[in-house]
Each structure stands twice: as structure tokens, then as C-alpha cells.
């Protein structure tokens, strides 16, 4: 499994409502459910992943999330998930609050823009950034409002939100090393690739 | 007049298609298509009823008949058994043919048979004509054992059948099932006023279906379908031949009336882009003759659809039947913007919705409203609005995307309170906590 998805795994409470933005296949949903009794529907608009997740038995939507949540009412679920879906949407900003009106809490994933290779790239090379993390190139990515770790604190910041928790992954190694561990801790917005949060609003 | 053939309101392989993605669409559709089965010959059966059966407008049926056909086995205890609920022009023969010279198969022969979207290997698959309908069914055709006590030849019921409900029609399909010994259903399916009848279902049978299968629905109609449905209405009402229905004895019949309802109903299922593909403004002699007759290639179309309609419906049938959709409204007993959630919340199904992108009749935002209903009270729901040129009739066309939505449906694994466990907390993944 992935790792965010693993990290989320720990932050969802057994038999809670959760919302999965960008569910994918649902593969996700489909450990919580049946793991952990986690109910909830999955917000999907890749045609085929959707068939696949609906065999599985789990409740997809067939959504643009750029269309926002409108059509959930305010604190419907205990957690809103969204893996690496944050930087192709169209107001980032908005569908965060958004999140948070509809949830209690959210779990956000993005790639964390100022990775070092991504500062390679475009520092050393000139070049728009290509990694593991953000495979696509300038011209076909779907990935249009990236951010860092930084920059993501600021937004939350400026919109009262409260960081309950964040996690700094790297996504070029699963191998957990006690050096890599350390050094990421120390400068997470320049080592790791995949930012993971969990937030609320301040109350 | 009226025959056991069916006519159900779409004719796949007459309708128009869009320029290019329609025909990538109904191009691969028809790939799909014959590589699947037939679920062969078939033959009605009917089902009697003598208990009285007190309706909805609060009149009785004595007794009633409904016919309908099954294809595939019924497993020993009676749990693959599905349901499906025709729409307006409908009947029981969905899939199959009814004879080795039969040219024409069931309404829904892409959709049901071996392989298909609807396997007939897997599931007992069950097609009841209404009542109120004119394809065998207790309805306005019938003759009216009440009007034989004056000592006279028993009349066809016309006009004094009363007006059914889609709650009548779901309270018959009950009786039905149990005389099957089906207890529960494996789902119930739908598509237009065949998917009101399953959300019906799930309300006011919340015990006796696994899975609710609503397509190209809505949870009531709206002001303008209303309005177009009473301008079909009144094409019959003021045809001279109407006779105030009681044509069979007159020995009269309201072809022009039916002719003209069916012309209306037809372009509501249609598209604008559909139409003007197939027929744009394309003349039928090339010229302008300046007059009435038909000219333009599109008269020509709906006229040859209400004529072959006219031929194998029934007036009487048409009015109760568009009454019947027009009455549909499950949370009109509830109040506040909720209702439907508050109508819906009884349910203890896993929902299938589905709408067409270019459905106009029931457009998607009114299957959204069901799913939003739903979502509102955490009941099981999966939506998808599939990208379709056909309008209205998409929900009868082999769209690859669809079936293959429906048969993932109809095999996933039903929803369970699954065993609880606490998180895992003792594989720590790679990375560090800040």
C-alpha cells in the first residue's frame, strides 16, 4: 500500500465517515472498509477507475472536484481525504476550505515542490522539474498549482487552519532508514517529496 | 389493433447519432454487442391474482393478471433474482424472442442474456408488464368483469380503469414476487419510469431488495415534463375518435391523437445535435413544395414513429400510463428542502444512478438529486452520468462504459458492517513525523 496511504490508515478512527477526494479504484476506501468499518463514498472521474472501484462494492461519485463539495452538507464527515490531488485542482484554496466545511478534519497529500531534486532541475539544469513524485513534463501535467511545505503552511495560516499533524515521506525509497529519517526531519521542505497533513479548523 | 408485440419506445437501430462521438460510441457499442448472447425463445407466463387489490386513488381491482417472462434459473435459495421494471411504452418481453421467425427481440436484449451486463448464467432474471399496460396485463383493453352484472357481454374497462400509481405497480410486483417465493431480491432495475418504480421499491419494501439499480430517472417530474406530458394527452383527448375513450365500442380508434402524443414524447427522447445529424434540414424530394404534406426527412421520421406507435398501443394506456409518471413523487408526504432524504432514509439497499450527459427529459441533475437525497442520510450510492450522445433513449444503447457499470453493480460484493480492527500502529512507514 502507499504510503500515504499507510499514514492515513493511522489517522482514521475505526467505523468513521470519511470522503475520498480523487478515490482512484478506491483502494484506499476499500482497506478502511474492510479493515476498520470505515463507511463513506469515494469522489472519482476517471471512468474506468470508477467501474473498478463500483465491482469492489464501495460507493463512488462521479465528480470533477474542480466542481467543489456544494453538494454536502457542513460537518457530514469525520475525514476528508485528498492524496495528491491538491496541485491539479483549479482553486486549491477554496476546495481546502471546502474539506473542512464538510469534515471535521482533512488529510491532504501533495509533492512537495522544493525537494532537492526539484531544485536540481531548475536550479542546476534549467529545467522544469521531472521526478518520481511529478512524472509528467511542463507541457502535459495535469499538476498545475504546485507547492512546498512552505507554502502550504502559509495558505493554512492565512486561513486559520490548525496543522493537527504532518509527515514528510519520500517516495523514491520505501525503506525506512534511521540517517534518512533523521535528516528529513531536520529539513523536510528540501528532502522529502510527498507532504502529508492532517488538519482541522482552529476553533 | 393491439398485439403482444412490443413497442417499446426506442428503436436502437432507427435512432440518430451524433457526428463523431456517437458514432465512436455506438460503433464500439455494437463490437460489444455480438460477441454476447441471446437468452433464446422465451414464452410469457401470467400470473393471476384474485385478492382485491385497493389502489392508491382508492378504488379496487377485483382481481388482475400480469404477465411476464423470467430468464435464467432461480438458485435454490432464491438469491439471484433481479427485477426489471419497464418504462412508459414497455413491456414484460425484455429479452429473447417469442418465436424461432421473430425478427425483434426484448426491449432490453443488450442489456440481459448469457455474458451480458445482466447475466442470465448468474441471475433469475424476472420482466413484468404493468398493469394499466396493453401488452396482457390487467388495463383499459381488459374487459371489465364489473360491467357484466347488467346482464350484458362484458365491456372493455377504457376509460373506467382507474389510474395506477407507481406505487400500485410496486405493491403488484410484490404479489408477484411472492407467488415466486422470492423473497428478496438480488436488485431491481430500471431505467426511466422503470427506475421510479426501483426506487419505489427500496421505500416501501426496504427488506426485500439487495441492490436498487435507477437509470435515466428522477426522484418527480418537473413543471415542463409535466407539460409536455399533457400536451400528449390532450393530442388524444381531443381526437373526435376518442369517444371519451370508449373507442372499442364505438369500434372507432384515436390514431391521429396517439400519432400526435407519440410525435411529441418521441422528440423529448431525442437531442437537437442528435436530430440535426441524422436528419438536418435534408428534403424529402430535394425541393421546397410549398405546402403541408411531409417534406422535411425529420416529419417524415416522427410521422413513420407515431404511425408504427399508434399501431401497437392503446390510448387509454398512454393517458394513465403519463398520469402515472406524473404523480411519482415519493417525498411528497415529507416536508422541507430533505423530503427526498427524509422519503429515502427507510432504505437499506446499495444504489446504482445513473443519468446521460445529454438526457434533457430527466436530466442528470435530477438523478443528482436522488444521489445528493441519498449521500444526505450515508446511504450506499454510486453515481456515474455517462457521457452519451442519445439523449433521453441512451439508457437502451450498448454504451461499453454502462454494462460494464451495471454488471461490476450487480457481482460486487454486498456491503456488510465489516469486522472492526483497531489501526495498525506498529508498522511504521518510512518517513518522519515533524
Known amino acids: ?203 | 389493433m393491439m398485439t403482444m408485440n412490443n413497442d417499446h419506445h426506442l428503436n436502437a437501430d432507427q435512432l440518430p447519432m451524433t457526428a463523431q462521438s456517437g458514432k465512436a460510441n455506438y460503433l464500439q457499442a455494437k463490437a460489444y454487442s455480438t460477441t454476447e448472447g441471446s437468452v433464446g425463445i422465451v414464452t410469457p407466463k401470467v400470473f393471476h391474482s384474485k385478492v382485491p387489490l385497493t389502489l392508491v386513488c382508492n378504488r379496487i381491482l377485483p382481481s388482475f393478471d400480469l404477465v411476464y417472462e423470467t430468464y435464467g434459473q432461480l438458485n435454490r435459495d432464491k438469491s439471484n433474482a433481479i427485477l426489471i421494471c419497464h418504462a412508459l411504452s414497455g413491456s414484460h418481453h425484455a429479452a429473447g424472442y417469442h418465436s424461432a421467425d421473430d425478427k425483434k427481440a426484448g426491449w432490453w436484449d443488450n442489456m440481459i442474456g448469457p455474458n451480458k451486463a445482466i447475466d442470465t448464467n448468474r441471475f433469475f432474471v424476472v420482466c413484468v408488464n404493468n398493469i394499466g399496460s396493453c401488452f396482457g396485463s390487467t388495463g383499459p383493453t381488459t374487459l371489465n368483469p364489473e360491467s357484466q352484472s347488467n346482464g350484458e357481454a362484458a365491456i372493455p374497462y377504457g376509460p373506467d380503469f382507474p389510474l395506477v400509481t407507481i406505487k400500485d405497480w410496486v405493491k403488484t410486483q410484490a404479489m408477484l414476487s411472492d407467488y415466486l417465493g422470492i423473497e428478496v431480491w438480488h436488485a431491481i432495475v430500471g431505467g426511466s419510469m422503470g427506475g421510479m418504480q426501483a426506487l419505489q421499491w427500496s421505500v416501501d419494501y426496504p427488506e426485500r431488495l439487495k441492490r436498487c439499480v435507477v437509470i435515466a430517472s428522477t426522484p418527480k417530474l418537473s413543471a415542463q415534463n409535466i407539460a409536455f406530458n399533457e400536451v400528449a394527452r390532450q393530442s388524444i383527448l381531443s381526437d373526435p375518435d376518442f369517444n371519451h375513450g370508449r373507442y372499442l365500442q364505438a369500434g372507432t380508434y384515436p390514431r391521429r391523437g396517439l400519432i400526435l402524443a407519440r410525435m411529441v414524447g418521441h422528440i423529448t427522447y431525442l437531442t437537437e445535435d442528435a436530430m440535426m445529424t441524422k436528419f438536418g434540414r435534408d428534403l424529402k424530394s430535394g425541393k421546397f413544395m410549398y405546402g403541408y404534406d411531409v417534406e422535411f426527412q425529420v416529419e417524415s421520421y416522427l410521422r413513420y414513429q407515431g404511425e408504427r406507435f399508434s399501431e401497437n398501443f392503446d390510448a387509454n394506456t398512454y393517458l394513465l400510463m403519463t398520469k402515472a409518471l406524473d404523480y411519482f413523487d415519493p417525498a411528497r408526504d415529507f416536508d422541507g428542502k430533505d423530503a427526498l432524504a427524509k422519503a429515502l432514509s427507510v432504505s437499506k439497499c446499495q444504489y446504482l444512478v445513473m443519468s446521460f450527459t445529454t438526457d434533457w427529459r430527466f436530466a442528470p441533475e435530477r438523478s443528482q438529486e436522488i444521489v445528493n437525497a441519498l449521500m444526505a442520510t450515508k446511504k450506499p450510492v454510486s453515481y456515474l452520468n455517462i457521457d452519451a450522445p442519445h439523449g433521453h433513449d441512451s439508457f437502451l444503447f450498448d454504451i461499453p462504459r454502462y454494462m460494464t457499470a451495471i454488471k461490476g453493480f450487480l457481482s460486487a460484493p454486498f456491503i456488510h458492517d465489516a469486522p472492526t480492527l483497531q489501526p495498525n500502529q506498529s508498522t511504521q512507514p518510512a518517513g518522519a513525523p515533524l
Open chain 1, 1 to 203: 500500500m502507499r504510503m500515504d496511504h499507510q499514514l492515513a490508515e493511522r489517522w482514521i478512527a475505526p467505523k468513521s465517515n470519511v470522503l475520498d477526494l480523487g478515490c482512484g479504484n478506491g483502494e484506499l476506501l476499500a482497506h478502511l472498509q474492510s479493515k476498520f468499518g470505515v463507511t463513506g463514498y469515494g469522489l472519482e472521474i476517471d471512468p474506468d477507475k470508477i467501474n473498478e472501484a463500483i465491482a469492489n462494492g464501495l460507493s463512488i461519485i462521479e465528480q470533477d472536484l474542480n466542481d467543489g463539495l456544494a453538494r454536502f452538507e457542513d460537518n457530514s464527515f469525520d475525514t476528508v481525504i485528498m492524496a495528491r490531488a491538491l496541485q491539479a485542482v483549479m482553486t486549491p484554496d477554496k476546495l481546502l476550505l471546502d474539506m473542512l466545511r464538510v469534515g471535521r478534519e482533512a488529510i491532504i497529500t501533495f509533492p512537495n515542490f522544493a525537494h532537492w531534486q526539484n531544485r536540481l532541475h531548475l536550479g542546476i539544469k534549467g529545467l522544469m522539474p521531472v521526478s518520481e513524485a511529478l512524472p509528467y513534463e511542463w507541457y502535459d501535467t495535469p499538476n498545475i498549482h504546485l507547492c512546498t511545505f512552505k507554502d502550504f503552511e502559509a495558505l493554512c495560516a492565512n486561513h486559520n487552519i490548525q496543522i493537527l499533524s504532518r509527515f514528510a515521506v519520500s517516495d523514491s525509497t520505501r525503506h525506512s532508514s534511521a540517517l534518512r529519517t533523521l535528516l528529513i526531519r531536520q529539513a523536510p521542505n528540501l528532502l522529502a517529496d510527498v507532504a502529508i497533513y492532517r488538519v482541522t479548523k482552529s476553533s
